[in-house]
């Protein structure tokens, strides 16, 4: 082939290059040449305020079904019923607020210092306070360092304009996403585009400030005419990603409505390693503006499976985007929703997800719920919900609110989040914008009381929308643990008693076997908030003493590092389980035990007289001095109790001196029954000649 007849080939080929690299520049760089322009659109916001309706779509035309169609639905009971039908034991948490005296424009958080260097991003709260009246607006961060659930420390990220939401991924990397209009550099309005945006903002010298940034238009590569939420990931091959969905937003009353959008669209962004922008090659819609295939996509959360979960308002749903390949990145929407809410009142207005797989969703209203969702028989959907809390006040707005969750359980929303916003005209109670914490310790969806948080600084004239907290690549996960009686191996721990958490990865591999040990290596128990002491920890098992001002019940453990929880789960404390220690240390066998006539302390097997006296044996465990008296059955017979309580020597170790009944030997079983009825096991013995 001659050059000559090469030349249209190469030509093709340049003009392709030139494509590629224009799209790769429009996909990795895109940055506004107005970027202070583009401001959230908070007008645009505010009038996006939802009702719960009999039908469960806003009826929009060809819009999606859901999977259930119901003409109404029934409310929602006063307290949820378990399965039985009884209602649950423990109460809902609420929001525990405190008097403060402060002006109603002012905020004590004001006064908050900046957040210190080496602050770990899991440990750090990003929201954004938006002007109610004018474009200003800021993003924030907090930070509780005293873990008393009230931010202490806060720095401003930013202040050029805020957003409706942020994600922050494992390289600190903050992204920003709002609905803005482009105005297109005219001073006329019939050329404006309603747009959505994102900024990716970074803080290059770890102070807690925003250094440099790109911004781009989502509406021009991707048709997306407002950005609602977004949520970061990480690939299990180390590529980092932001998903941001178009809120989706319909008037069904009045479909001439300015604010009305095509169906909610979804897209997934992948981060380009070298060029700081994203890789064209990866990124792609995971659900197409205006294919019908969504109502709403009005809040979004990432399951530990690296599914997506999307807040369809309209459709009462929570849809899923599985990640079929198990790369870590969700790429196909799934045809059967997540979870399909029951009653009326549970549209998903957000929703969030823990590092166990438990989802928390609300609605709107002035007493409304926050649920528990889980998938129980681990079929990827979700089967039950239970009430977290109850008596939240959430404004009734598809953009503006938040709810994330620590790594470590802790739950926080957004009470209020469009303040003074939320007219009484339109239902609305004009309340302070704030953000409550509800502790999770054992990551199961059984919240504690709460406390507010933070609240905006000048509640009569701004809101608050986006929650979220970065992710820490140097803490694992918070592992479940199981807690048990020390000596027998079984049933519960007691209160002051010796209590044993089994599980992986408890103490990062350190080993020790006293209390100054576990200090030494910053390793610390708490049940239920107080502190237990230590007294032997490897990483597999600990032993410990239950406080005895814990009270029974189930009751949150923790096993902390240095500061940051490895296990954790909720148990049952009782008030006697009583347990004897056995020589092979399995709760069963031969038990621990000495002769204690005439302050001999010989070990088995024992004779049965001393000095022609019956033998008088000392047995130890635990959990038993909290219901006297106690009896003690060896073989057939009642032995005679001369004491039976604590111990000066260990703290939870108890004892109990018998003496042996008469005509006994061989191995006998001895079983501790305690006044409330509970008996040991019943596979521990003594030897007797």
Do not use: C
Not at 283 to 307: E, H, I, K, M, Y
Not at 618 to 625: A, E, M, V
């Amino acid at each position: 082939m001659s050059a000559k007849s090469l030349r249209p080939l190469i030509f093709v080929f340049a003009v392709l290059s030139a494509i590629v690299v224009y799209s790769s520049w429009r996909a990795s760089q895109a940055q506004s040449e107005a970027e202070q322009s583009f401001r959230p659109d908070v007008r645009r916001a505010l009038r996006a305020e939802r009702k719960h309706s009999s039908a469960t779509t806003a009826q929009r035309k060809g819009g999606y079904t859901p999977t259930r169609i119901e003409v109404a639905r029934e409310p929602r009971p006063d307290r949820t019923l378990n399965n039985n039908g009884a209602t649950r034991e423990r109460a809902p948490a609420r929001p525990r607020t405190t008097a403060k005296s402060r002006d109603e424009n002012s905020s004590a958080s004001l006064a908050l210092p900046r957040i210190r260097t080496g602050t770990s991003l899991a440990r750090v709260l990003h929201t954004s306070q938006l002007s109610i009246a004018s474009s200003s607006g800021t993003n924030e961060q907090y930070a509780d360092q005293n873990r008393n659930f009230v931010a202490d420390e806060r720095t401003t990220f930013d202040q050029r304009g805020g957003s409706f939401d942020i994600a922050v991924s494992a390289s600190g990397a903050r992204y920003e996403v709002f609905s803005a209009t482009d105005d297109r550099g005219t001073s006329t309005t019939s050329d404006d585009r309603r747009i959505g945006v994102l900024v990716t903002a970074f803080d290059t010298n770890a102070d807690f400030m925003r250094d440099s940034s790109n911004t781009f238009d989502l509406e021009r590569d991707f048709r997306l005419p407002s950005a609602a939420a977004a949520v970061a990931g990480t690939s299990r091959q180390g590529r980092e990603f932001v998903i941001v969905s178009s809120s989706g937003y319909y008037n069904s009353s009045n479909p001439n409505d300015p604010n009305n959008e095509p169906s909610a669209g979804v897209v997934l962004l992948v981060r380009d390693q070298f060029t700081g922008g994203f890789d064209v090659s990866r990124s792609r819609p995971l659900v197409a503006v205006g294919d019908n295939q969504l109502n709403n996509a009005n809040a979004l959360a990432l399951l530990p499976s690296g599914d997506l979960l999307i807040a369809d308002f309209d459709s009462y749903e929570l849809r899923i985007v599985r990640d079929t390949n198990a790369d870590n990145i969700p790429d196909t929407l799934d045809a059967v929703p997540y979870y399909s809410y029951r009653y009326s009142t549970d549209a998903p207005l957000d929703i969030a997800a823990n590092s166990r797989g438990v989802v928390f969703s609300h609605s709107y209203g002035d007493d409304a719920v926050l649920l528990a969702l889980y998938d129980e028989n681990a079929d990827g959907r979700a089967d039950r919900e239970e009430v977290a809390a109850e008596g939240l006040s959430l404004d009734n707005n598809l953009f503006l609110h938040g709810l994330t969750v620590d790594r470590e359980g802790m739950v926080y929303v957004i009470e209020d989040a469009s303040g003074a916003a939320d007219l009484a005209s339109s239902g609305g109670n004009l309340g302070t914008p704030r953000i409550d914490a509800f502790p999770d310790p054992a990551l199961n969806g059984f919240l504690r009381d709460g406390s507010t948080y933070a609240e905006a600084d000048y509640p009569a004239a701004q809101a608050l929308s986006g929650l979220a907290f970065g992710a820490d690549a140097s803490l694992g996960t918070v592992n479940p643990l199981a807690s048990t009686n020390s000596a027998s191996l079984r049933g519960a721990a007691t209160r002051d008693g010796l209590a044993t958490i089994t599980g992986t990865n408890l103490t990062r591999g350190a080993t020790g076997g006293s209390t100054s040990e576990a200090a030494a290596r910053g390793l610390r128990v708490t049940v239920e908030g107080r502190s237990a002491t230590v007294l032997s920890f490897s990483d597999s098992q600990i032993n410990f003493h239950v406080p005895d001002t814990v009270s029974v019940g189930l009751r949150s453990i923790v096993v902390s590092v240095g500061g940051d929880a490895t296990a954790a789960a909720d148990a049952p404390i009782a008030e006697a389980n009583p347990g004897l220690f056995t020589v092979n240390q399995t709760g069963a066998g031969e038990a621990v035990a000495l002769i204690a006539s005439g302050n001999r302390f010989t070990a088995s097997p024992f004779p049965q007289t001393i000095d022609g006296q019956p033998s008088v044996v000392s047995l130890f465990g635990t959990g038993w001095r909290n219901s006297p008296p106690v009896t003690v059955r060896i073989g057939n017979q009642i032995a005679t109790v001369q004491y039976a309580g604590a111990t000066n020597d260990l703290p939870g170790l108890d004892q109990i001196n018998v003496t042996l009944p008469s005509n006994t030997s061989g191995t006998l079983p001895v079983v501790v029954t305690t006044a409330n009825g509970v008996t040991s096991r019943a596979d521990v013995s003594l030897a007797i000649r």
